[in-house]
């Protein structure tokens, strides 16, 4: 039998809170299990010591007859010094996707030819405005 060590819902709507229990991995999530071993409350804040409360006697005991924590109760784990989770390095997971990428590129692409578009503009008409401003400027003088 495949036991595992996870989470079981309980609370109400948007008002989540947890117990840590050791049940058979084919069990339902919130279903029958075998021992409660802890419970986590998220709604705590991240230094309350209430915010997960462990049975480490209970969870070494599980581990060491080959009980199988699942991501979130091994950081559990970890944290109270029951088993070491290793860490982990995802050096992708900051980077865009494909799609975001070629979006990007196409994005960086329209601003360039805009900018370039604008100097352009702004060069052409930078050449006409001395003549055009000296005329206006001589009309100026002439009815002071």
């Known amino acids: 039998m495949a036991v595992s060590i996870r989470l079981s819902r309980g609370g109400s709507k948007k008002r989540p809170y947890y117990r840590i229990v050791v049940a058979d991995a084919r069990a339902s999530r919130d279903g029958k299990f075998i021992e409660k071993i802890g419970t986590y409350n998220p709604l705590l804040a991240k230094d309350d010591e209430k915010r997960v409360v462990l049975d480490g006697e209970r969870a070494k005991h599980w581990l060491s007859v080959g009980a199988q924590p699942t991501d979130r109760v091994a950081r559990f784990l970890d944290a109270a010094g029951v088993k070491e989770r290793a860490a982990r390095n995802n050096p992708n997971k900051g980077k865009p996707g494909e799609k975001a990428t070629e979006r990007a590129e196409e994005r960086a692409e329209k601003q360039k030819a805009?900018?370039?578009?604008?100097?352009?503009?702004?060069?052409?008409?930078?050449?006409?405005?001395?003549?055009?401003?000296?005329?206006?400027?001589?009309?100026?003088t002439t009815e002071a």
């Open 114 to 140: 805009a900018e370039e578009a604008a100097a352009a503009a702004a060069a052409a008409p930078a050449a006409e405005e001395p003549a055009a401003e000296a005329p206006a400027a001589e009309g100026e």
